[in-house]
């Protein structure tokens, strides 16, 4: 098999991409301390969710993409990397939350519970996503056999049925499958079609600027209104066409900028299915030993609150990546295995 070209535009989207995932789980504190009739939380996060909710697109994007951009040689290896890298650190991690939660007292020992930690992703908030595309897997070396042009006449119909916003928060459920399968198809078919798909894009890139401003107008249009309209959810299908938009335009742009080494986007990408496992526990462990703690420190009802949130933010992010970091220096190669890295 010829060795593929390393594409960094496509590294820094995987580093973007949990950078944004990680934002919209952690950008909450210390808003949480502050009282209600503050406005700068509610600055804080309805910035949170129009700029972060919905970043599960870009990781589904980036799945279906190096799902046929890599052309794995038989489905079993596959299946074999996938179960190795993911499936198996993910059981490792929510069988330890599960441990760690009756030791706590926050749970009872209890079977159904486990089962629903396992198959459902309820260990952690972020944790869904890998039941979910652990199931999109299984089919995926079937969906490669499916030829091009088939693929292609199926995508604007797929892609226009996420528009109804079917999206169930964190519950897996068929509306879920609806809204980010047509995603993952997406993903294939740019790897497939790559050179075409970067000269489309580049000869619409204003228009992508343009369908970014107005998505991200509507949004905040549904926040502030909550207009209705039969029976779509106006919040999650806006959110689509932006995120969709913004992937394709940031595809294009870490392509113009590839000849420069973005650092801290590699780091990222190379440690992002283990942030993406351990991020929310170490935000709230940080919480635990620092906020609760020292919880006169953060107070403020100011617009300070916004500044100390951004740095107790990146503080967050920092000391996930360490943790990462030190995690694979101890385990080596065995790291892989409980922290997917």
């Known amino acids: 098999m ?3 070209i390393f594409l ?3 590294n820094y989207l995987r580093g973007f991409a949990i950078l944004n995932i990680i934002i919209v789980h952690i950008w909450t504190i210390p808003t949480l301390y502050v009282e209600n009739d503050s406005i700068y939380p509610k600055i804080i996060n309805v910035t949170k969710e129009i700029l972060f909710h919905d970043s599960s697109i870009y990781f589904i994007f980036i799945s279906g993409f190096f799902l046929k951009y890599l052309s794995f040689a038989s489905p079993l290896k596959y299946y074999k990397t996938k179960f190795k890298n993911i499936l198996l650190p993910y059981i490792v991690l929510s069988s330890t939350i599960f441990i760690f939660n009756i030791y706590i007292g926050e749970i009872n020992f209890s079977l159904l519970t486990f089962f629903r930690y396992i198959f459902l992703g309820e260990a952690q908030v972020q944790y869904w996503y890998i039941p979910f595309i652990v199931t999109i897997f299984l089919i995926s070396p079937m969906l490669l056999k499916i030829p091009n042009k088939t693929l292609l006449l199926t995508l604007p119909i797929l892609l226009i049925l996420p528009l109804i916003g ?3 928060g964190t519950i897996i459920s068929l509306g879920q499958y609806v809204y980010f399968f047509p ?3 997406l993903g294939i078919l740019c790897a497939a079609n790559y050179d075409r798909f970067i000269i489309l894009i580049e000869e619409r890139f204003l228009l992508l600027i343009a369908a970014i401003i107005i998505s991200t107008g509507l949004i905040v249009i549904v926040m502030l209104f909550d207009p209705k309209f039969l029976f779509f959810n106006l919040y999650e299908s806006f959110h689509y066409i932006q995120k969709i938009a913004i992937l394709l335009f940031f595809i294009v742009f870490f392509k113009r900028i590839d000849h420069i080494d973005i650092n801290i986007l590699n780091v990222f990408a190379k440690y992002s299915f283990a942030l993406f496992f351990v991020h929310f526990f170490i935000n709230d462990l940080l919480n ?3 906020m609760e703690k020292y919880y006169d420190i953060f107070f403020t009802s100011t617009f ?3 500044p100390i949130s ?3 933010s990146l503080i967050s992010i920092s000391l996930s990546l360490l943790f990462c970091v030190c995690m694979k220096k101890v385990l ?5 295995y409980i922290i997917g890295v």
């Open 183 to 185: 995603i993952y198809i």
């Open 304 to 306: 300070l609150i916004i």
């Open 8 to 10: 960094k535009n496509m």
């Open 288 to 290: 635990k030993l620092l």
């Open 2 to 4: 010829t060795k593929k």
């Open 332 to 336: 080596g190669y065995n790291s892989r």
């Open 166 to 168: 079917t999206r169930t």
């Open 310 to 312: 951004i740095f107790y």
